[in-house]
Every structure is written in structure tokens, then in C-alpha cells.
């Protein structure tokens, strides 16, 4: 059914994903920030 050797894994490889999700995290952070920016102002000037 399942496999239930160890896995293996490349420490360089784990950092780069760790890397590439903390930056993603960060740009998303500002990206919603940036959008909800975006839309108080339009709510604010447009209506």
C-alpha cells in the first residue's frame, strides 16, 4: 500500500524551497496590502 522507507533529501534543496516560500509569503503579504490600498482609495475618491 504505502511506503514507508525514509526519505531522502538534499539540505541545499530544502533551503531553496524554504527560501522561494518565505519570499512568496512576502510578496503576497504586500500584495494584498497594496490591493486593499488600492480599493480604500477608490472607495474614497470614486464614491
Not at 533529501?9 to 500584495?31: E, G, R
Amino acid at each position: 500500500m504505502g511506503n514507508h522507507e525514509p526519505v531522502e533529501s538534499d539540505p541545499k534543496a530544502l533551503q531553496d524551497a524554504q527560501n522561494m516560500w518565505v519570499n512568496f509569503t512576502v510578496l503576497t503579504k504586500y500584495s494584498v496590502i497594496a490591493t486593499v490600498a488600492l480599493l480604500a482609495g477608490m472607495a474614497l475618491f470614486l464614491l
